[in-house]
T-cell receptor, first 113, second 109 residues
Framework: DAGITQSPRYKITETGRQVTLMCHQT?????MFWYRQDLGHGLRLIYYSAAADITDKGEVPDGYVVSRSKTENFPLTLESATRSQTSVYFC????????????FGPGTRLTVL | EDQVTQSPEALRLQEGESSSLNCSYT??????LFWYRQDPGKGPEFLFT???AGEEKEKERLKATLTKKESFLHITAPKPEDSATYLC??????????FGQGTELSVKP
């Protein structure tokens, strides 16, 4: 299917465990983004990537790691999950880094117990 | 500090009752203002991009306008299927979007 997909859609894990959220897009967009959405904070940028092997921090990067070995994939890893990382995570992609809309995936709801 | 504020936080309308949602922004160098619609349990869905003051865009019952300090999303004769959370975001530098907290719209038949 064309578009942007995320997996898993729901995940429950325990404090201290490593978790990887996957994001895949079929548009060959150069730019990809990870956001978290929390009540009272709206959407906040965690990390973004301009191209394969190029990543940079967003507003709330602490506790997260990203990689981008292929243009179409942009996984987000929580190396040691904490309860404060319980959130809904959205991946997005866009053609360029500016002036263009971002297209969002369906989200992953992560619960850290 | 760059900031986006949306009002009201929640809006309840009767079907056919037109209204407007507000997005006020403070950014150093606006590169674009974006409106998204978000349904419960789903990702934001792109609606409009506005680039300069005075610009307007329409899609069905929705019309977005932009001034130097704010944007309005006008909803004309809304239907229950227009119920959703509407998000506003600004691009201030290199594609880093700053989002407002959204307006939750409920349209009752």
């Amino acid at each position: 299917d064309a578009g942007i997909t995320q997996s898993p859609r729901y995940k429950i894990t325990e404090t201290g465990r490593q978790v990887t959220l996957m994001c895949h897009q079929t548009w060959s967009h150069s730019y990809m983004f990870w956001y978290r959405q929390d009540l009272g904070h709206g959407l906040r940028l965690i990390y973004y990537s301009a191209a394969a092997d190029i990543t940079d921090k967003g507003e709330v990067p602490d506790g997260y790691v990203v990689s981008r070995s292929k243009t179409e994939n942009f996984p987000l890893t929580l190396e040691s999950a904490t309860r404060s990382q319980t959130s809904v995570y959205f991946c997005a992609s866009s053609v360029t880094n500016s002036y263009n809309e971002q297209f969002f995936g369906p989200g992953t709801r992560l619960t850290v117990l | 500090e760059d900031q986006v504020t949306q009002s009201p936080e929640a809006l309840r309308l009767q079907e056919g009752e037109s209204s407007s949602l507000n997005c006020s922004y403070t950014v150093s160098g606006l590169r674009g203002l974006f409106w998204y619609r978000q349904d419960p349990g789903k990702g934001p869905e792109f609606l409009f991009t506005l680039y300069s003051a005075g610009e307007e865009k329409e899609k069905e019952r929705l019309k977005a306008t932009l001034t130097k300090k704010e944007s309005f999303l006008h909803i004309t004769a809304p239907k229950p299927e227009d119920s959703a959370t509407y998000l506003c975001a600004v691009d201030n530098q290199g594609g880093k979007l700053i989002f407002g907290q959204g307006t939750e719209l409920s349209v009752k038949p």
